[in-house]
Every structure is written in C-alpha cells, then in structure tokens.
C-alpha cells in the first residue's frame, strides 16, 4: 500500500466555518502561504460560490500558491461547480471538491431528494468539475450517518464518471474509531473500483474523537487526511492537522505511512492562525500548546535532564518550538530587515512597503530594544492591513489612571484622512479607550471578544490583542500589537473597525 499520507487542509474553509473565525481575503492568503512553507499537500482555499469575498480569495490563493494544490468546494450542482472552476483556474494544481448529502435523514429532510437523484446529480457534478480540472475529489456528506449499501453505489458511480479522490466525512462527529476503521475497509473492499482513487476522511470532533477516527481510517487504508491548524473548524472543529501529522510521524510503526509535512512550521502555523482567528490554544492543547513540552515535576525533570527520551516521545523543536532568539535591534540595517522577513517567508510587495515597514521597526527597536521573529511577524501582521481599509487611523494616546479615580482616555483619531479628537471615561483604561472611539465611530458593533497575549516574554514584550465585533450577523476580528497593552487595545478595536467599515461581503457556506 501507498505509504503516503496526503495532507488536504480546510482551515480557511471548514476552520473558516467556526463561529467568529472568518477572514479577510489578505487573512486567508497569509495563511495559505504558510500551509505551502510547511508543504501541506492540498489548501482547501474556500467555498467559491458563497459569496464575491469568497470567490476572490480563493482565486488569490490559487495564483500566489505554486507548490500545493489549490482546492474549491462546492455543491453538486453546476452554477457552483462552474463558480470553483473559475476560481481555481490560476493554480499551478488546481482542485474541485464536490459534495452532496447521502445519509437518509439528509436526503430526505434536507435535499429532498430521492437516493437515485442524489446518485444522479453527484455524477452530473463530476461531470461539470472535469470541465475545469482532472483532479476532482467527491464527498458523501454526512457519510458517517449514511447507509453501506448505498455509500457503495454513489461511490462506484462517481468513481466511474472521473472522480479521483473519494471523502468520507463524520460530518456531524458521530462515529467512533473501530466502527469508522470498519467502515472505510468495507468500502475499500467492496467498491469494484476502488483501486482508482485516494480514499480520504474529514472527521468533525463532537464527541472529541476526530483524530482518532481520522488515525483508525488510515489504519484501514485512507491515504487523505482533512484537517485544520489547531483543530479549528464547524462547532467543535475538526481534525487537528499538528495531532494527525505528529501521529503518524511518531507512530511510523503503527501507521506504516508518513506526511510530506515540514513538521517544524507547525508551531509558526499555529500562533498565526490562533493571532488571525483570536482562537487562542489551549496551553495543554497537544503539540501546540504551550505547556506541550513543559516538565513540571521534578521526577519528570530529572529523568529529562539525564536522557531526555525518558519522557519525550518528541522534540519540542521537530514542530517548531524554538526558545525566542534575538534577531535584530535597533542598530540592524534595512538588509538585515529585510533578510529576516524573508526567512521568516514574510512577503514585502514593494519597496515604498519595506520603507514603511522598516521605519515602524525602528520605533519599535527604540521602545523594545530585542526584537524577536514574533515581533516581526506582529509587526508584518499590522502592515498587512491595508491603507484602503485604514478608514480609523489612530494618531495619538493619552490616559489617565489613578487608584481611587476614574480611568480616562483622551485619543486622536483619523477618520477617512480627517484627524479628530475623542475622549470618555470607563472602568479601566481599556473601557475608556473603546468607549472614546465610540464617541466617534458609532458603530453599534457587539463587543464579542477581547483577548491579549504576550507575544515574547518579559516585561517589555508586546502586548497582541484580538477584538471580535458583531454587527448586522456579521462578524469581525481586529488584531492590534504594542508593548503598551492599551495602545494595542485600540489599534485592534479600530482594525476591527475598520473591517466592519470595509463591508467585505462573507457569507457563511454551511448557512
Ligand atoms: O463536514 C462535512 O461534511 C464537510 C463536507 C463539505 C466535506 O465539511
Ligand atoms: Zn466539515
């Protein structure tokens, strides 16, 4: 058997799908040019057809990625599949992933659909996606509430008609590991051309077991993994790629297969995903949790003093733990600036860009000192907000805090170009800094989230706050970085602003 693991991610699509998490065009292609450094085989961009915003991210993607395959969902029906089609036409390797229900209660209460319909369509929309491209993957959705017998049928029918890759996704995270496993070989043993394909699992994590019943299929033969950085995805997310990746790769023996990954970008992958998203991870989360590799008893300490393998199975800088090492300071040059970035994979599209960069790079070398790779990818992060979008603009901060005294904030802000002035109190210096910018943007925007990080250690580290809005169903996050956690606060309350101002239109695919 093939002893390779393909690793199709669907963060910026079924991550996307999280409440709270969706992204904006530049969000998604940060994302995905990190998923191409760590060499994830197949970048699940988007759902095409859901709205304009998704369509031309996807096609952004499909255009700036060169050495994964680019993917589009759609439904089985054609305006989508022709909608994907269109996105996924610049791609180096361009993929269309087409799904159509085929468990009875769907079928019936959902689609409406007899199964010889649902059969028939799915094979019509094979035939509209190999207008576009020869790689076509097809999903049974909600195949782990779906019949054998009729999973056997739909499946041989689409495989018949062109389909390279077959899915079978948990949909509503329904299954357990031995009966999932059973499942997939019954379908690898009975589908007569089952030979012809990849057969891969998209598992969803309700009942907490979706890398264990993506892990008992690849036991049972799937040789395609879907899954998202941190696990993010639709309710309780779905298959955690660093979990999944590491599994495998630490197992080889029980597995018998390997990943193409390069394991040591998963950490990088992680924190920009969890910054983009204001997802944080939980500091046990395996892999990529903080304390994933923190020995706190002393027995256990001890023991990895004297010989590490005592108790670690793997090395915290085989995924991409690194201790923070000093890059640059205040005396580096524009070329060290910008040799930096590019080993950090950071793309700088002009120069009058890198001048801007370089510039707030002095200001913070002068205030921070040691600057560190996540201070430049913070710093890389608020220059990836656009001018265009930058209709809030902050200018200048004052505060006022004393015990015993309300907290004040009196700010400076610029909206579209004009400088304006805004001032309020609240129950910390925070509140207060919200309530100003209020005063002035009368958004009516829901404050959902608010969430700080230190991005580095000490004291003088930067402070990385994540703001999410809701206005109107939609929602926003803004993300905002200083070493004066305040001033952070209101950079990320006027990115997120700003996002709500952009109105990008987004739609959620599964609504
Ligand atoms: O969970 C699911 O069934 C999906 C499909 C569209 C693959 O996300
Ligand atoms: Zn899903």
């Known amino acids: 058997m093939n002893d390779k693991l393909i690793i199709f991610d669907t963060t910026l699509r079924d991550g996307e799908q999280s409440p709270g998490a969706s992204m904006t ?20 961009a988007g759902f095409a057809a859901a709205s304009n915003g998704d369509f031309e991210s996807v096609r952004a993607i499909a255009e700036a990625i060169k050495e994964s395959t680019v993917c589009s969902l759609a439904r089985a029906n054609e305006n989508d599949i022709r909608r994907a089609g269109e ?36 094979v019509k929309a094979i035939g509209w996606a190999k207008e576009y491209t020869d790689d076509v993957e097809f999903s049974a959705e ?44 019954a379908l690898i043993e009975r589908v007569p051309n089952a030979d012809k394909v990849v057969w891969s699992v998209h598992c969803h994590n309700d009942l907490g077991l979706a890398v264990a019943n993506s892990l008992a299929a690849v036991r049972a033969g799937a040789r395609q993994v879907e899954c998202t950085v941190n696990g993010l995805g639709e309710r309780a997310g779905n298959a955690s790629l660093e979990e999944v990746v590491m599994a495998v790769r630490t197992r080889r023996d029980v597995f018998g297969c390997d990943t193409g990954i390069d394991t040591t970008q998963i950490v990088p992958a992680s924190k920009l995903v969890s910054g983009i998203t204001g997802f944080p991870v939980q500091p046990n989360k395996a892999i990529v949790g903080a304390n994933a590799f ?28 690194v201790a923070n090492k000093l890059v640059l300071g205040k005396h580096s040059g524009r070329n060290a600036f910008r040799s930096r970035l590019q080993e950090l994979g950071v793309v700088v599209e002009s120069e009058e860009h890198l001048n801007h960069a370089f510039a707030r790079f002095k200001e913070l070398a002068d205030k921070k000192h040691e600057i560190f790779d996540e201070d430049l990818q913070a710093l890389m992060s608020d220059e990836a907000i656009t001018p265009a979008l930058e209709h809030f603009r902050l200018v200048a901060t004052r505060f006022h805090s004393e015990t015993g005294e309300t907290p004040q904030a ?29 005063t002035v943007a009368r958004s009516g925007g829901e404050l959902l989230l608010y969430s700080v990080n230190a991005i580095t250690t000490g004291t ?45 239109e987004r739609l959620n695919p599964q609504v």
């Not at 017998?149 to 299954?175: H, K, M, Q, S, W």
């Not at 002393?298 to 991409?320: C, P, W």
């Not at 001032?423 to 925070?430: F, H, I, L, M």
């Not at 809005?469 to 990320?492: E, H, P």
């Open 25 to 44: 065009r530049d969000e998604k292609l940060r994302i995905a040019r990190q998923l191409e450094r760590m060499r994830v085989d197949v970048i699940e």
């Open 87 to 122: 996105a996924i036409r610049p791609a180096a390797r361009g993929r269309i992933h087409t799904f159509i229900a085929t468990s009875p209660i769907h079928m019936e209460k959902k689609l409406r659909m007899t199964p010889d319909q649902v059969v028939e369509q799915a």
């Open 142 to 185: 909600d195949a782990g509430r779906s019949e054998l017998d009729f999973l056997c049928r739909i499946f041989e029918a689409v495989i018949g008609a062109g389909a390279t890759t077959i899915n079978v996704p948990d949909t509503v995270g329904y299954n357990v590991p031995e009966q999932f496993a059973d499942t997939i070989a």
């Open 294 to 321: 923190a020995h706190e008893s002393g027995i256990h300490q001890d023991g990895v003093l004297k010989h590490r393998e005592t108790y670690e199975i793997m090395r915290a800088e085989d995924v991409g733990w």
């Open 410 to 438: 009196e700010l400076t802000l610029s909206v579209g170009g004009q400088e304006t002035q805004a001032r309020a109190e609240g129950s910390g210096p925070v509140d207060a800094a919200f309530k100003a910018i209020e």
């Open 460 to 504: 003088d580290a930067q402070g990385e706050v994540t703001v999410r809005l809701s206005r109107d169903g939609r929602v926003v996050n803004g993300q905002g970085a200083d070493t004066d956690i305040i001033v952070a606060s209101a950079k990320a309350y006027l990115n997120a602003l700003n996002k709500l101002h952009g109105n990008a």
